[in-house]
């Protein structure tokens, strides 16, 4: 099913704006807010929307990707693209909302999740994890995004820039975002696919250890891709936290 994606006026974010896409505008029950993955942008979602017909989906370019504006000072940690959140769902007029991060967006979705307990009513956290040490995935991605820097014109080749000085200087490690999990206090699920080597069955269940709110759906035959590759079964677990998070 297409539903018509609407480019709508830019939001703000933490001095800086961002653009967005939405679909599905004056549906009833809870909005779906999507946060794409390090080298996406919200069109991305465009699967997983197609498949959420009764929902109002919002889905934001992050800072330094698709349309939205580059950081003049590479400020692009997980802290910023928070205050970015913030600022935006104030813009968006959205009190209340399933957030769903996929990859790098997962992390930003801990964060949020933690941190706007009365905005954020369910996470859904999409082959991402909390650790502070890279997993052999995301080792292997950031290697990847390196060689993307010169010839990749859909986001702000600083970020790739950060990434090559990190694993030049064998630092390549990232937030410790394990507070946020564990402080959470709406209803979570962690989707994963079950080849994945980004987020590892060991770190999935170490996940569901320390946050007693959360369940975890592991997806057969795929791997980090879930939102390309299954994003109709993907939709089916937002729909299901959004209905019972409305209960």
């Known amino acids: 099913m297409q539903l018509e994606a609407r480019r709508k006026a830019r939001v703000r974010g933490d001095g800086l704006s961002l653009a967005y896409r939405q679909w599905g505008i004056g549906s009833a029950g809870l909005p779906v807010l999507l946060l794409h993955g390090i ?21 934001l370019d992050a800072r330094g990707h698709g349309d939205s504006d580059w950081s003049t000072g590479g400020a692009y940690a997980g802290d910023q693209h928070y ?17 769903t991060g996929y990859s790098m967006g997962g992390g930003i979705a801990m964060i949020a999740a933690a941190a706007m307990p009365e905005r954020i009513a369910g996470v859904v956290v999409v082959d991402a994890y909390p650790d502070p040490t890279m997993s052999t995935g995301s080792r292997r991605i950031a290697r990847w995004i390196t060689g993307l820097a010169r010839t990749h014109t859909s986001f702000d080749p600083a970020i790739a820039e950060h990434f090559r000085e990190q694993l030049a200087a064998g630092t390549a490690n990232r937030l410790d975002l394990w507070p946020m999990w564990e402080a959470i206090e709406c209803p979570a699920v962690i989707v994963r696919g079950e080849e994945s080597d980004v987020l590892p069955a060991s770190t ?9 709110r959360a369940n975890l759906v592991e997806i057969p035959g795929v791997a980090h891709g879930i939102p390309y590759s299954r994003p109709g079964e993907l939709a089916v677990v937002i729909e299901e936290l959004a209905k019972a998070v409305a209960e």
């Open 204 to 212: 999935a269940r170490r996940m569901l250890a320390r946050q007693p």
């Open 83 to 99: 205050a970015d959140l913030s600022l935006a769902l104030d813009d968006l007029a959205v009190e209340r909302c399933i957030l």
């Open 39 to 59: 080298t996406g942008s919200s069109g991305d979602w465009e699967g997983t929307a197609a498949h959420l017909p009764g929902r109002h989906i919002i889905a």
